[in-house]
């Protein structure tokens, strides 16, 4: 089936710093990637739609000047966590939209975790 | 507005025995519903869905789910549990014509012991 590889698997850093999350498309070209966020015990949130080539539509209450969003290629999103906080410690998770056949399907990455110290 | 139930948060099950996991949506519209599955340290897969037609639907691995409209439920079943099925269940929806943004529930563990 269809890969979608998230880099780096697991980060720490201090406060104040900045974080590049990498989500990419292995086998296929995804004009739609999306951006979730899941706390511990507690479900998936949808923080952003990520658009090749435009910008990235927001979920109400996500800051966008805080996470900064990329779609450059059709195989690319990145996710750039800016002045990382503590109560941005979290398990980020990316998806891709596959358009295969005429079907479209979503592929979800491994996560990221990201613990700010 | 839509969200999903799943009313457990952890389901502990023998091998072999049968295991329902319960998703419940509210929605005053027509929905698409899944099934998720997440092993440790990997990402969801798509273990069914249903989208329209047969309200049984047959998944991934024996898994099967039900799509009740009346009871706005969409539980996922197995008759035979194996350990390799312990994991994370995730049930989501996508309001149809909501742009298909997925909603989670907050997910079961599923815990089978020998």
């Known amino acids: 089936g269809a890969v979608v590889s998230q880099h780096p698997s697991r980060v720490i850093c201090k406060s104040g710093t900045s974080v590049k999350i990498e989500c990419r498309s292995l086998?296929?070209?995804?004009?739609?990637m999306f951006w979730y966020r899941q706390f511990p015990k507690q479900s998936l949130m949808l923080m952003a739609t990520?658009?090749?080539?435009?910008?990235?539509?927001?979920e109400q209450g996500v800051e966008k000047d805080k996470f900064l969003i990329n779609h450059a290629s059709l195989t690319l999103s990145t996710l750039t966590v800016t002045s990382a906080h503590p109560e941005d410690s979290s398990f980020y998770i990316c998806?891709?939209?596959?358009?295969?056949?005429?079907?479209?399907?979503?592929?979800f990455g491994p996560g990221t975790r990201l613990l700010v110290l | 507005a839509q969200s999903v139930t799943q009313l457990d948060s952890q389901v502990p099950v023998f091998e072999e025995a049968p295991v329902e996991l319960r998703c419940n949506y509210s929605?005053?519209?027509?929905?698409?519903l899944f099934w998720y599955v997440q092993y440790p340290n990997q990402g969801l897969q798509l273990l069914l869905k249903?989208?329209?037609?047969?309200?049984l639907v047959k998944g991934i691995n024996g898994f099967e789910a039900e799509f009740n409209k009346s009871q706005t439920s969409f539980h996922l079943r197995k008759p035979s549990v194996h350990i390799s099925d312990t994991a994370e269940y995730f049930c989501?929806?996508?309001?149809?014509?909501?742009?298909?943004?997925?909603?989670f529930g907050t997910g079961t563990q599923l815990k089978v012991e020998l």
């Open positions: 998806s891709a939209r596959s358009q295969r056949g005429g079907r479209e399907t979503q592929y």
């Open positions: 086998d296929f070209q995804a004009t739609t």
């Open positions: 990520s658009n090749e080539g435009s910008k990235a539509t927001y």
């Open positions: 929605s005053s519209v027509s929905v698409y």
């Open positions: 249903y989208l329209s037609g047969s309200t």
């Open positions: 989501a929806v996508i309001l149809t014509g909501g742009g298909n943004k997925l909603t």
